[in-house]
């Protein structure tokens, strides 16, 4: 009788917490004995041959079952609540440590990379991103006697191999974006983490490339407002030729250039629109796009923006994605260049790759579907410049800024940033 009045009274608790009264927990302990899901904060040593021990701290570890480093079973030597000692297992590879008790299975952030003596070791691939069918080279020790080499878990075709390099043929199948590699040699088998060695498959589409180099691909159309622009064109055109004051070196071949006198504050002239001078139909890349994310996408350009006014910071450029009714859009200063790594080389021109969550100017992210892209382009932008009159040429006595603005290479990949040509 007395279990049922208890049974009774924590019906009545439950059911009054589930008429909004009140909120309790609707357990038979206050409290509750559930055990709790692990979580594994950190470890030590960051890396480790087979036989070594690692240190894994977190919370509610106590009484782990078992301990997986890159997905084989690791000897638990000893476990309290907030630590694990485990032994890395022969066969391991480099990937996430994880923990399972009876509340869970908790893992870690980063990945342990596992050392296999005799195996060898990865210090960098040059390009740090590739198509299909395109060529890298990984570069480390002990590559003389490799035999094998995944991209992720495709086989890679093997064009040579020294001591310190192997270059590989990207094969076919393989997923875009982040990849790790799986290299075996006589000494054994290393997989690199996608967190320490960075490499890209990525995929271009030659409508959304273009380049000046020979053979121009892509077209290329503007409306340039008569007030600001006095040259436009590629760099070999009779007219740019005789007009402009400040063509720069070219990088390998022609490229594109705007010239003129900034008149008002964010101004210059819409460039160029790669493949059309109108938007295509909505749709059109669907398939380029397919499964891609603001994180996934970026947009690739050379870029070279004259002489600025001593200490402008202002905005330099404007990249634009186009959908119908509006543009996602990437305005940077140089400063805001510089936090993301990029300088310009000794010519003055950028290689940038940026990716689209970047681009927050115009439409929110997330206005517009990427499969819904319709053209991409480049526009002059400079927060300089004052007076002029409209369909008149704005000159340095009207108050106008000069500004220059080249640009070659453009192009938009999926998968991860482009790697320019050194």
């Excluded at 009545?12 to 357990?27: D, E, M, P, Q």
């Excluded at 638990?76 to 996430?96: F, H, L, Q």
């Excluded at 299975?105 to 990945?111: F, H, M, V």
């Amino acid at each position: 009788m007395q279990k049922l009045q208890r049974f009774r009274t924590l019906g009545l608790i439950c059911l009054t917490a589930l008429t909004g009264l009140y909120l309790v927990s609707c357990g038979e302990d206050e409290g509750g004995s559930d055990p709790k899901i692990p979580v594994v904060l950190s470890f030590s040593p960051a890396s480790g041959e087979p036989g070594d021990n690692v240190t894994i701290t977190g919370t509610d570890l106590d009484n782990a079952t078992a301990v997986t480093i890159g997905g084989a079973d690791a000897t638990i030597v000893s476990n309290t609540a907030t630590e694990i000692v485990a032994t890395v297992p022969e066969g391991a590879t480099t990937g996430k440590i994880s923990v399972r008790t009876e509340g869970g299975l908790g893992q870690s952030s980063a990945d342990f990379t596992v050392i296999v003596i005799g195996a060898v070791t990865v210090s960098g691939v040059s390009p740090v991103s590739a198509q299909v069918g395109g060529n890298v080279t990984i570069t480390g020790t002990e590559m003389t006697t490799v035999s094998s080499v995944k991209v992720g878990d495709k086989e890679a075709t093997i064009v040579g191999t020294t001591d310190t390099s192997v270059e590989i043929t990207i094969p076919e199948g393989v997923s875009t974006g982040l990849n790790s590699l799986t290299i075996v040699n006589d000494g054994g088998t290393n997989t690199t983490s996608t967190e320490a060695v960075k490499f890209y498959v990525i995929k271009l589409h030659t409508d959304l490339t273009m380049t000046f180099d020979g053979e121009q691909t892509g077209t290329f159309t503007g409306s340039p407002d008569p007030e600001e622009s006095t040259v436009y064109g590629t760099s070999d055109d009779a007219a740019v030729i005789a007009s402009a004051q400040s063509l720069p070196a070219a990088i390998d071949g022609n490229f594109f250039q705007f010239e003129g006198f900034s008149s008002t504050a964010i101004s210059g002239n819409y460039a160029t629109i790669v493949q059309n001078s109108s938007a295509l139909p909505a749709g059109t890349y669907a398939e380029f796009f397919s499964g891609a994310t603001d994180q996934t996408i970026y947009f690739n350009l050379q870029i070279h923006v004259g002489d600025l006014p001593a200490d402008y910071d202002g905005a330099l450029f404007g990249l634009r994605m186009r959908f119908d009714g509006d543009d996602y859009e990437f305005v940077p200063t140089p400063a805001e260049l510089a936090d993301m790594g990029f300088a310009p080389n000794e010519e003055g021109w950028y290689s940038l790759s940026i990716p689209a969550s970047a681009f927050d100017d115009d439409a929110a992210l997330g206005t517009f579907q990427f499969t819904d892209m319709q053209r991409i382009a480049v526009a002059v932008r400079r927060d300089y410049g004052t007076g002029g009159t409209a369909g008149q040429q704005v000159t340095a006595e009207d108050g106008g800024i000069f500004y220059s603005q080249s640009f070659d290479n453009v192009s938009i990949s999926v998968g991860g940033p482009y790697s320019f040509p050194e």
